[in-house]
């Protein structure tokens, strides 16, 4: 199955399985693997990536559901840790094994995107479906407080 | 298709060992050679160790010994060295070491020398090695400042990269050292009167940002699972979901081979491997296997939730003889004559890793399979490389290890079981081959924290002071339950310890902070039950207890005055303390929180924890490593729970196995480090023991009502709030 769609800015073409999904085309075929395979089932949140600027799982999303949309990954909100989030990630030195971190910042990003200024509750729903197991938490909500502040 | 990129960490330390000019400092038993590297063939020869290349530009690369998890001691060690060699830190870059455990390991377990990435030990295990090593590379350039300038040494000093002479006002730069520097025939151990003292250091307690962390914000880190190589395939396993099963037949192998995309399958002694040309059909083909598996496991008849009642009868059998691990003053006399006794049972369920990154490894062997490549996130690369190597049947040495970032360890990474697999299937694959766990795989072949039941018993004498202490562990899991069974803090005139273990056959390992986490529950239930019923206050008979030991007294104390104990908390809140030591790190923790009384969900809003770890070298970084522990350990005690089910694990994702989310977790975490010159002891897990014993008792505080069952999931809170 060919998908055309838009890619971090760029049209790509990708030749897949029919029921391919977007994580893994985007890590095996597009060689983009800042998006994470966690658990597969849109539980963990680690493949988080925006379709048309929703936050969505990539590792649920089939890639018949791409066709002609927009896709952003972690590497396309910024590659030199220019964005807002990516800044004040590092200035709270959020992560710790990183792995979940791709996902946390895309769902942050999302959050922000609609809404520029949430309350501590706001952020703790949309957070809530992506798991950090290294225990990151406060610092993700004091992250994305610092950038709220500076939006 | 369009073929896969490949994906290959861009740092080799082959380049640096063969390329151009600069300068290695190599160390031997306490003496420094320093060569040009393109002369550095001994640097493998296992006896002389390079810790540090200096480049004639000023950048100096330092090697980073140990796994990085996500505990920062990637940014850690490199500190260590770099304050004592006096580098400007801006001029640092930071890579990986070789595996060679002679040269880059520290004193292991058993004696010898390790590089496996365990129990918070990597800053402590490394910090007197390091530290001498910067000294001397520091030695190293002064004795060849001092040769060029024509001056004694001992009249140069430095400062952050410059050699300075002071009288003469001479200054020369680490970099232009590098262009001309040559071996001094002796090095001498540097003694520690001529190291910094620590009022003197300038990098060592102050922030340095971790090396780790930009490429953790924009998908640059490259962990195992990352890796892609030109013709790479790709493995998945169906495992035996009843340890120690065995595949007698795959009963669809025809149809399974007719997949799209399915190359081979390979017949391993605990599961079947699919190779396929794609991850997704690996895992589609693997879940699609119809295996036939032997029978009479030893697992197959194990049921967690009713092994309870049996390990709580083994708890009162006198008859059974367990390890004793201590047995001090007579326990039986010092209970019979006791004022008052009392007896309390504490339990846990098993707990999985749920490390993020599920497991996974990349080998390549050679076309004549004389030799291979991996690629792995370990805690033990040793043991990985040997796994590789033993699986293919070829030397250690002729396999080469790149470690890669680890998407969390917490003890999983230090078993190498996955890395054998990979090994096999890549070997079939005659092609490089990747090996992905599936979450459902990771949880179904977890090895888990031992469930275990605890007789607590004590006795008091007249004025409430305990003279009798027994604690037994039964369980499953051998000596991964008794750690932090002992009290080492906490003097008990009369105790008896001991660990009776069943095997039941189901996999057992190493968990965050392992047995601690259980056993400071129960101690630390237990004594705010004890001081309850003497109405002593908890924080008042714990300094009772460890009245010997003032750093764990300032420690408690600390917590206890951050909480503002002694002041009521607000209403609907619960306030309760607990104390605990781990990796020589001594830590106390006041929880506050409340219960919904209809759904029965706990929240904590808040933690104030105090924390004596020694000399601190990264203090964000134990903040963040604390407040990952508590929230590790919250996670636990709140809702993890694994069990057995005719030796079958009945979790299979993150829908039924709960990991703590970001709107279950405090409100609030404070985090005091108490000042400390002794020398550092591990902060990975340390914040983590006395969480189940701080929620228990602040529950206890709100609620009267004593929980004594971890995880406090909300079904068994209203149960207990009904009773
Ligand atoms: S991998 Fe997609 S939500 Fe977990
Ligand atoms: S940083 Fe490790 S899982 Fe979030």
Known sequence: MKTTFNLNGKTVQVETLSDATLLWTLRDHLGLTGTKYGCGEALCGACTVHLDGMAVRSCTTPMSMVTNRSVTTIEGLSNDNSHPLQKAWIEEQVPQCGYCQSGQIMQAAALLQNNSHPTREQILAQMNGVICRCGTYTRIVRAIERTAQNL | ?723
Not at chain 2, 8 to 36: E, N, Q, Y
Not at chain 2, 195 to 212: A, E, S, T, V, Y
Not at chain 2, 475 to 497: A, D, K
Not at chain 2, 557 to 568: L, Q, S, V
Request: proline residues 5%; aromatic residues 8%; positive net charge.
């Open chain 2, 1 to 723: 298709m369009e073929s896969a990129k490949t994906i290959i960490p861009k740092i080799s330390r082959r380049k640096f060992l063969v390329g151009a000019g600069g300068f290695t400092f190599l160390i031997t038993t306490g003496v420094i050679w320093p060569k040009l590297s393109a002369e550095n063939k001994t640097a493998n020869d296992g006896t002389i160790t390079a810790w540090v290349h200096l480049q004639p530009d000023g950048k100096v690369i330092i090697y980073n010994p140990a796994a990085e998890m996500g505990q920062g001691s990637m940014t850690a060690l490199p500190v260590l060295i770099a304050e004592e060699m006096d580098v400007d830190w801006s001029m640092v870059i930071i890579e990986n070491s070789p595996i060679i455990p002679e040269i880059y390991g520290s004193r292991g377990f058993r004696g010898g020398k390790s590089m496996i990435t365990v129990g918070s030990r990597a800053v402590s295990g490394y910090y007197e090695i390091l530290r001498q090593a910067g000294a001397q590379a520091r030695y190293v350039l002064l004795y060849n400042a001092a040769q060029k300038w024509n001056v004694p040494i001992q009249e140069l000093t430095t400062d952050a990269g410059v050699v300075i002479h002071k009288s003469s006002g001479k200054k020369m730069l680490y970099g232009e050292i590098a262009e001309f520097a040559k071996s001094p025939d002796k090095i001498p151990k540097i003694p520690k009167e001529q190291m910094k003292q620590p009022g003197q250091f300038r990098l060592i307690g102050k922030n340095i940002p971790r090396c780790d962390i930009p490429g953790k914000v924009n998908g640059s880190a490259i962990f195992a699972i990352d890796i892609q190589l030109p013709d790479m395939v790709y493995g998945a396993i169906s495992r035996t979901p009843v340890n120690g099963a065995r595949p007698v037949n795959v009963l669809n192998k025809d149809s399974i081979m007719e997949i799209d995309g399915v190359i081979d399958l390979v017949t391993l002694e605990h599961g079947v491997g699919v190779i396929a040309n794609s991850i997704e059909t690996a895992f589609k083909a693997k879940k699609q296997l119809h295996i036939q598996w032997s029978e009479g496991a030893k697992a197959a008849n194990y049921n967690s939730v009713e092994a309870f009642e049996k390990y709580e009868n083994m708890a009162g059998d006198a008859s059974i003889k367990g390890n004793v691990i201590k047995d001090e003053g007579n326990i039986t006399n010092a209970l019979q004559n006791a004022e008052k006794t009392y007896s309390s049972d504490y339990k846990n369920d098993f707990a999985y890793h749920a490390q993020i990154e599920p497991l996974n490894a990349v080998v390549s062997v050679a076309p004549d399979g004389s030799s291979a490549e991996l690629w792995v996130g370990s805690q033990a690369p040793v043991s990985a490389r040997r796994a590789a190597a033993q699986a293919l049947g070829i030397a250690e040495t002729k396999v080469e290890i790149h470690p890669c970032y680890l998407g969390g360890g917490f003890g999983r990474r230090s078993m190498s079981g996955y890395v054998s697999e990979a090994a096999l299937l890549a070997k079939r694959a005659g092609k490089p081959l990747k090996l992905v766990w599936t979450r459902e795989d990771d949880i179904a072949y977890g090895a888990f924290r031992p469930m275990s039941v605890q007789r607590m018993q004590a006795g008091v004498d007249k004025s409430g002071n305990i003279v009798g202490w027994s604690h037994i562990v039964v369980g499953t899991g051998g000596r991964l339950m008794t750690s932090g069974v002992n009290t080492l803090f906490y003097t008990f005139p009369n105790q008896h310890i001991e660990m009776r273990n069943v095997d039941e056959g189901v996999r057992t390992k190493h968990w965050r902070a392992v047995g601690h986490g259980p056993n400071k529950f129960a101690i630390e239930a237990f004594i705010d039950e004890i001081a309850a019923d003497q109405k002593i206050d908890p924080v008042e008979i714990r300094k009772r207890l460890m009245k010997n030991h003032p750093r764990a007294l300032k420690v408690l104390e600390t917590a206890a005055k951050m909480a503002n104990w002694g002041t009521p908390p607000p209403p609907g809140r619960g306030r309760g303390i607990a104390f605990a030591e781990r990796s020589g790190s001594l830590t106390a923790g006041v929880c506050e929180l409340s219960v919904d009384r209809n759904s029965g969900r706990i929240q904590v809003h808040n933690f104030w924890v105090a924390l004596d770890a020694g000399v601190v070298i990264q203090p964000d970084n134990v903040l963040a490593q604390s407040e990952g522990s508590i929230i590790f350990g919250l996670s636990s005690v709140l809702s993890e729970s694994l069990t057995f089910k005719k030796g079958k694990v009945q979790q299979s994702n993150f829908h039924d196995y709960n990991v703590m989310r970001i709107a279950d977790a405090p409100e609030n975490i404070e985090i005091k480090i108490i000042p400390s010159n002794e020398r550092p002891s591990g902060v990975g897990e340390a914040a983590l023991p006395f969480v189940g014993g701080a929620v228990s008792n602040a529950f206890a505080n709100l609620t009267g009502i004593r929980l004594r069952h971890i995880p406090f999931t909300p079904d068994k809170v209203l149960e207990a709030l009904s009773s």
